[in-house]
């Protein structure tokens, strides 16, 4: 498993606790056993069970289907199992303004922005789209005649992308988008080649959509 940051000419191999500081969490003692459990105590207080009613032997029987249906669900613990591939990219030198329509005609929060060779060299997100209309003062919807057709995005996205592989550990990968402010995480194999991407949403519909749901604190 692997972080590794990308970026035009850069190729930097992190590991996670040096992008986040471990915590001091305190020792924790195991608690001795109070009581074994007496049998006797199961004997008395044995009760002969009451009869199931036929529409009760139903439902028990298709409870015990939905059990097994749900038991056969593979738990998501990897990157791959829920990252989204394949994945919408960018050329480098792609305008503002068509980056500009894909993001409001797809509704994309971060786009993948690939080098001439293919490399994975940024990312672009709507909110640096935003940023760039907010400070030159030119606020879009663009045409093909504006001064932002003449203007790629490898100006205006971010670099130096940190990546995963596809074997890293959701959790943290969750961990890493919420502890440095990431949206989204794009994920390469180990010849550093875009696979797919991993976002905040992402996340969140596999918490949701992923039963039962354990709660640590």
């Keep these: 498993m692997a972080f590794t940051v990308l970026g035009p000419g850069l190729r930097d191999e992190v590991l996670l606790d040096n992008l986040i500081p471990n915590d001091d969490i305190p020792k924790t003692s195991k608690i001795p056993r109070t009581h074994d459990r007496d049998p006797r105590r199961d004997e008395n207080n044995d009760q002969r069970q009451p009869e199931v009613s036929p529409l009760g032997k139903q439902a028990n029987k298709?409870?015990?289907?939905?059990?097994?249906?749900?038991?056969?669900?593979?738990?998501?613990?990897?990157a791959r199992q829920i990252m989204t591939s394949p994945v919408?990219?960018?050329?480098?030198?792609?305008?503002?303004?068509?980056?500009?329509?894909?993001?409001?005609?797809?509704?994309?929060?971060?786009?993948?922005?690939?080098?001439?060779?293919?490399?994975?060299?940024?990312?672009?997100?709507?909110?640096?789209?935003?940023?760039?209309?907010?400070?030159?003062?030119?606020?879009?919807?663009?045409?093909?005649?504006?001064?932002?057709a003449r203007i790629s995005i490898k100006d205006i996205c971010s670099d130096n992308v940190l990546t995963a592989t596809p074997d890293v550990e959701i959790r943290e990968i969750a961990r890493l988008l919420i502890e440095l402010h990431m949206g989204a995480m794009p994920i390469v194999d180990k010849y550093d080649n875009l696979v797919g991407i991993i976002t905040r949403a992402d996340i969140l519909r596999i918490v949701v959509t992923q039963a039962p749901l354990e709660l640590w604190i």
């Excluded at 097994?68 to 593979?74: L, T, V």
């Excluded at 409001?104 to 060299?121: E, M, T, Y």
């Design 88 to 148: 919408v990219s960018l050329h480098e030198n792609t305008s503002i303004v068509e980056a500009w329509q894909l993001f409001r005609n797809q509704r994309f929060r971060h786009v993948p922005v690939l080098s001439a060779k293919g490399d994975l060299i940024g990312l672009l997100s709507d909110r640096a789209l935003l940023r760039y209309a907010a400070v030159t003062g030119n606020i879009p919807p663009y045409d093909l005649n504006s001064p932002q």
């Design 62 to 78: 298709a409870y015990s289907n939905t059990r097994e249906i749900i038991k056969e669900r593979e738990p998501a613990i990897r």
